[in-house]
């Protein structure tokens, strides 16, 4: 058996021909405003794709570079410019700290990574939509949601069951406040059992009951057992120091994705695993501009 690749370029594109159709239909253009840290040059690879993103569908993209002494400012200034609707900051700009004060400092309206406390909140909530007449869908955080969307292409949603991920469960390497962390809460909210890994040890995310949000417990499973029992495995180690993930630790037939910057399975997992996704970043960038479309449209019908 070998696995069959998910490439997520062309999982994008789908994507992007609805965005196509929906932003030609606006009645005005869309701007997306970039934030680029001087010097940073991962940032600015990300930076790049989001341009050739938005010229595909057909949103204005500006790229700003700041130092970081003035990225606060930056940020403050493009949140009361009417004539931008979305803003993206290539993070990291100044450490952890800093970088969760500038998320804060981002109109939630316009913050199309779903980075922001009051998105936050929404996902951890698990409150589907921000109006009570379930008009308004919540933003969810690009990456994650992107690797919701290529994990429903590899096969793992179930679309008979209540929940698309019921009766699923996962192993996710990374815990991360950005990614590893919404992304597991998320998986949870659609039904999944998570075992969640990072270097504090791991975390066991439960669904709800009905609409419910998830729920943590602790948990002192060993890696190879959580392994075993997964049918779903999703890595984000950017560490050259994480133990590759081998063939002989899954399940036959799992679904495994990388979305780390490095790899983080061993060669081999491709000859026991159904489904490979080797990266996502396409997936990310089309998914903030699917969220800059809905804010957008979040504006037009509050106002």
Same mark, same amino acid.
């Given at each position: 058996?070998?696995?069959?690749?998910?490439?997520?370029?062309?999982?994008?594109?789908?994507?992007r021909a609805q965005l196509r159709t929906e932003v030609a239909a606006l009645a005005s253009p869309l701007t997306l405003l970039g934030l680029l840290a001087e010097g940073d040059a991962p940032s600015a690879t990300y930076a790049e794709y989001t341009r050739k993103g938005c010229e595909d569908v057909g949103i204005r993209f500006e790229l700003r570079q700041v130092s970081h002494a003035d990225a606060e400012r930056a940020v403050r200034e493009a949140s009361a410019d009417p004539a931008v609707h979305g803003i993206l900051v290539y993070y990291p700009i100044g450490g952890s700290e800093r970088d969760r004060w500038l998320r804060e400092l981002v109109d939630p309206r316009k913050d199309i990574e779903g980075l922001h406390s009051f998105w936050a909140r929404c996902l951890y909530e698990n409150r589907r939509f921000v109006d009570h007449a379930h008009s308004l869908q919540a933003i969810l955080p690009s990456t994650p949601l992107a690797i919701l969307k290529l994990l429903d292409e590899a096969g793992a949603s179930r679309p008979d069951a209540q929940r698309p991920l #019921?009766?699923?469960?996962?192993?996710? $390497?990374?815990?991360?406040?950005?990614?590893g962390y919404p992304l597991a809460a998320m998986m949870a909210n659609d039904g999944a059992e998570v075992y969640s890994? #990072?270097?504090?040890?791991?975390?066991? $995310?439960v669904p709800g009951d009905g609409d419910d949000a998830h729920r943590t417990r602790a948990t002192f499973i060993a890696r190879k057992d959580a392994l075993a029992r997964s049918r779903v495995?999703?890595?984000?180690?950017?560490?050259?120091?994480f133990p590759l993930i081998r063939a002989e630790e899954l399940q036959p037939g799992a679904i495994c994705l990388n979305f780390s910057t490095l790899r983080n399975f061993a060669a081999d997992v491709v000859d026991k695993a159904s489904v490979f996704v080797p990266r996502v970043g396409p997936m990310t960038v089309t998914m903030a501009l699917?969220?800059?479309?809905?804010?957008?449209?979040h504006g037009k019908r509050d106002g």
């Open positions: 058996m070998s696995a069959r690749l998910v490439d997520p370029a062309a999982v994008a594109a789908s994507f #019921d009766g699923v469960t996962a192993c996710v $390497f990374n815990r991360s406040e950005v990614v890994f #990072d270097v504090d040890g791991p975390k066991l $995310f495995v999703i890595t984000g180690v950017p560490s050259r120091s699917r969220n800059t479309v809905r804010l957008y449209k």
